[in-house]
């Protein structure tokens, strides 16, 4: 099973920009579909955006969408996220996960997790 750390959050003010990255273990990353969710407190654990195994296809939820970019190396063994526009909304822990479809958005499809990196957008 892929092993996954998380990188690269931190606190940015509204309209601001980070990138996330997760870095996996074993030689399986390129097998796994590849995803972002975030859990901010109280709430439930949503989805961000998710990447096919080739790259060719990628999703988005509606809140992120035309703000942020998920992108893969598999020479690397790497997952990022680009956030750009960040609003305050935006503050969560943010999780990588591994599965086996870019077309799941549930996090019970996803098989590891990464231990998550805090992002916080202050106003």
């Known amino acids: 099973q892929v092993q996954l750390v998380e990188s690269g959050g931190g606190l940015v003010q509204a309209g601001g920009s980070l990138r996330l990255s997760c870095a996996a273990s074993?030689?399986?990353?390129?097998?796994?579909?590849m995803a972002w969710f975030r859990q901010a407190p109280g709430k439930d654990r949503e989805f961000v955006a998710s990447?096919?195994?080739?790259?060719?296809?990628?999703s988005y939820a509606n809140s992120v969408k035309d703000r942020f970019t998920i992108s893969r190396d598999n020479a690397k063994n790497t997952v990022y996220l680009q956030m750009n526009s960040l609003k305050p909304e935006d503050t969560s822990v943010y999780y990588c996960?591994?599965?086996?479809?870019?077309?799941?958005?549930?996090?019970?499809?996803?098989?590891?997790w990464g231990q998550g990196t805090q992002v916080t957008v202050s106003s």
């Open positions: 996960a591994a599965g086996r479809s870019w077309r799941d958005t549930l996090p019970t499809a996803y098989d590891a």
């Open positions: 074993g030689r399986t990353f390129s097998s796994y579909a």
């Open positions: 990447i096919s195994v080739t790259t060719h296809s990628a």
